[in-house]
């Protein structure tokens, strides 16, 4: 079964970077599209960006310009990295595979099993 775990996260200055990363055991990842989604404290889970199986990428108006999203088969891994980080990004950042090929992008709801998640704070 597909397990898919982050890690990457920090705190950082506004303006800052970070690389997220999400790597996958038990299975491959090669056939799924991954999504990352953020939840910041009492706010919904919502959707950040998301990679399909053949690479085609999908951004949130919020992180488009900032966030490149990619992903290495051969590293059974997909990144996240986060530029001109905003204190506004601040959240808990989970990744999920889609729950069938049809998975409408960035739809938390079309996305699961959740992991643990990893802190990013965007703060002076």
């Known amino acids: 079964q597909l397990e898919l775990v982050e890690s990457g996260g920090g705190q950082v200055q506004p303006g800052g970077s970070l690389r997220l990363s999400c790597a996958a055991h038990?299975?491959?990842?090669?056939?799924?599209?991954i999504g990352w989604f953020r939840q910041a404290p009492g706010k919904e889970r919502e959707g950040v960006s998301a990679i399909t199986s053949g690479g085609a990428p999908f951004y949130a108006d919020s992180v488009k310009g900032r966030f490149t999203i990619s992903r290495d088969n051969a590293k059974n891994t997909v990144y996240l990295q986060m530029n001109s980080l905003k204190p506004e990004d601040t959240a808990v950042y989970y990744c999920?595979?889609?729950?069938?090929?049809?998975?409408?992008?960035?739809?938390?709801?079309?996305?699961?099993?959740w992991g643990q998640g990893t802190q990013v704070t965007v703060s002076s």
């Open positions: 038990g299975s491959t990842l090669d056939y799924r599209h």
């Open positions: 999920a595979p889609s729950l069938s090929y049809r998975a409408t992008m960035l739809r938390p709801r079309d996305f699961g099993p």
